[in-house]
């Protein structure tokens, strides 16, 4: 394209985007008739109108060479307000901030990269969207059409479309090889990210050599929009269900991630079929955690009250979970299950057990439906006296029990700082109650911080605690603060993070300052990746490479950033406390760091009650997993 054909271009492109800044959005624009039906664009401008159109209006990216003409257009359409791209410093943080700004809030994002590393690195990340069920768009640069020669960066190897086989491997993806494709890519990716049921990312490739490429006569009326239905409630089942409920003694409910909107129907059924609930992570708090039917978290890493359901439960009603390994004991977990109920809306995971009734629809309406049939039946368990739920009762005050030993010796001697130091437990209760006091948003890192953490939090309600227990991904949560600066929905947030985690991915101290985000960083540091370090020492007797010995001042470090505040939050509930306040009177980013115990000790952890199928215990799992044939 010649100097001063690519300059009227540009003029139209500016024109375009202020009228679309004037009109407030480009489905206003259109619905004026404000922008002509037919226009010559660049595939690159055609992507950033229709995701404009599908509501995605911030763009995360790390541009490269693989992406120059995609950014330009998005300098254009941001210097009129239509847009905001955000430059950060590396691919898996845009990837991890625009799954919790999507995940938090409800609002859209794309992850815009370059080809080769940085694209690897960006789909590294979206496997916490793809592991949890969150929307998201991925473009990313990709190797010329013509096949000139290998392009830097691309696979090097003589085949064609590798990068586009990588991501159809981890989920939807299509490359934009023609340029008039353009509308039906933007349909898939919207089935995609939209999807009602099992959203994930969607990976569009733009060649390097097809993002200028002009389409002659684009009709903007052809971008896609609307997202797909929902399903309704299952088509059958229901008398099945309804007879097993009956005969069963002793019913848990397992609410996993798709079980986000179900939270009242999920109490009402509890109470007619006399049944407990057992939380997966992911829904903290989609039924208060005080609700006596509640036994909060089961799995490898559960409670003692969500371990004992589930070990003695006879009948399983599944609602909206995929069975992750450590959530159901590496499929042990319900050793005398006689029978399963699975709510699901995939009919993969709703047939994942033997003995199965399955019925496959949208969640609340199908537990909204079965309710009714229960009621039209006869069937009210709900006298609150049975024998099954004064057990489970028990057990969960062992467990309260159990917490409040932990939360009453909040401190112990740790060799690696020689000296007393607070144990997770006593730091996570502090950092959480006081999280929920200042109506906080709380994200948890991987490894002892999360797994500790999902057994101390007491949400009453979803959306105080996002614990990324889908890919378990180190870095997640310092990355999820970039997110609070990002939304329109303004809110604080405060990322729980061990040493490990973070330094996975600091780049948050110049993304969240650059960014405008709004939130603490808790850094609990005990020098090692303690869970794998105590894994090892489970099994083997002994720890190796999972620990160090050097010292970093990281009050120092995040201080070194300007706009960062850094605190030292001591060696007790009481001197953390007041480091938290002092950061929270920060309108920016801040830390607070926070030594923690490692040791054998057993009041330095929440515990372990659970099977997983790892290392040296497989050869036993396994053989249960057959031995109990569900």
């Not at 800044?21 to 690159?44: C, M, P, Q």
């Not at 809030?105 to 815009?112: D, R, W």
């Not at 080809?115 to 793809?130: K, R, T």
Request: hydrophobic share 40%; proline share 3%.
């Amino acid at each position: 394209m010649k100097p001063q054909e690519y300059g009227k271009l540009v003029r139209h492109r500016t024109v375009r985007a202020k009228i679309i800044a004037k009109a407030g959005s480009i489905n206003k624009a259109i619905a004026a008739g404000l922008l002509k039906d037919t226009a010559e664009v660049t595939l690159s401008e055609a992507v950033v109108m229709g995701l404009l159109r599908q509501g995605v209006r911030i763009f995360l990216s790390v541009l490269g060479h693989g992406s120059t003409e995609i950014g330009e257009v998005l300098r254009i359409y941001q210097e009129v307000g239509v847009v905001r791209t955000c430059g950060v410093r590396n691919e898996i943080e845009a990837a991890h901030a625009a799954t919790a700004l999507r995940w938090v809030t409800g609002e859209k994002a794309a992850v815009v990269t370059s080809i080769g590393p940085g694209a690897l690195q960006a789909m590294a990340g979206s496997l916490v969207s793809a592991s949890d069920g969150i929307g998201v768009w991925h473009i990313y640069g990709d190797e010329t059409t013509e096949d000139e020669g290998p392009n830097m960066q691309q696979i090097p190897k003589h085949e064609q479309g590798l990068f586009l086989r990588l991501c159809q491997t981890m989920g939807q993806a299509y490359t934009l090889h023609t340029p008039e494709a353009v509308f039906s890519a933007l349909r898939r990716g919207l089935n995609t990210v939209d999807h009602p049921h099992r959203a994930g990312p969607f990976y569009l490739l733009l060649p390097m050599n097809t993002q200028c490429r002009l389409i002659k006569d684009f009709n903007i009326n052809e971008l896609p929009c609307g997202a797909p239905p929902a399903l309704g409630a299952a088509a059958s089942g229901y008398k099945e269900a309804v007879e097993a409920l009956q005969n069963a003694s002793r019913v848990v409910v397992r609410a996993g991630g798709g079980a986000r909107t179900a939270g009242k129907e999920i109490e009402t059924f509890l109470e007619l079929i006399d049944g407990v609930a057992v939380i997966s992570p992911l829904v903290s708090g989609v039924i208060p955690y005080a609700q006596r039917r509640n036994m909060t978290v089961g799995g490898s890493k559960g409670s003692l009250s969500g371990n004992y359901a589930m070990e003695e439960a006879d009948l399983l009603v599944a609602v909206g979970t995929r069975f992750v390994c450590q959530s159901d004991c590496s499929r042990t977990g319900y050793p005398k299950v006689e029978r399963v109920i699975n709510i699901n809306a995939d009919i993969e995971s709703a047939l994942h057990y033997n003995k199965t009734i399955a019925l496959v629809g949208e969640i609340s309406a199908t537990l909204g439906k079965l309710i009714a049939e229960l009621k039209a039946s006869g069937i009210n368990k709900s006298s609150g006296k049975s024998q099954w739920l004064a057990d489970c009762g028990l057990k969960k005050q062992q467990w309260e029990q159990f917490k409040s030993k932990r939360y009453e010796n909040p401190s112990l001697y740790d060799e690696a700082f020689g000296r007393e130091v607070l144990t997770q437990p006593g730091a996570i209760k502090t950092i959480t109650d006081w999280a929920r006091e200042k109506e906080a948003v709380t994200f948890f890192d991987a490894g002892d911080v999360q797994a500790n953490g999902f057994q101390i939090v007491e949400d009453d309600k979803l959306g105080r605690t996002f614990t990324e227990t889908g890919a378990s991904y180190m870095g997640f949560a310092v990355s999820a603060l970039l997110a609070t600066g990002l939304t329109r929905k303004r809110f604080y947030g405060v990322a729980l993070t061990g040493d490990g985690s973070f330094m996975m991915n600091p780049q948050i101290l110049v993304d969240g300052v650059e960014h405008g985000a709004r939130g603490c960083i808790v850094l609990l540091d005990n020098r090692r990746m303690s869970a794998i370090s105590g894994l090892q020492i489970a099994q083997y007797g002994k720890d190796h490479a999972t620990n160090d010995r050097v010292e970093v001042d990281y009050v120092s470090m995040a201080n070194s950033f300007k706009g960062v505040k850094a605190f030292h939050g001591g060696y007790s509930p009481k001197e953390l406390l007041a480091a938290l306040e002092n950061a929270r009177k920060h309108e920016g980013l801040s830390l607070v760091y926070v030594p923690v115990y490692f040791g054998d000790n057993e009041l330095g952890g929440m515990g372990v009650f659970g099977r997983w199928n790892v290392g040296k215990w497989c050869d036993e799992v396994q053989s249960l997993r057959h031995e109990i044939g569900l």
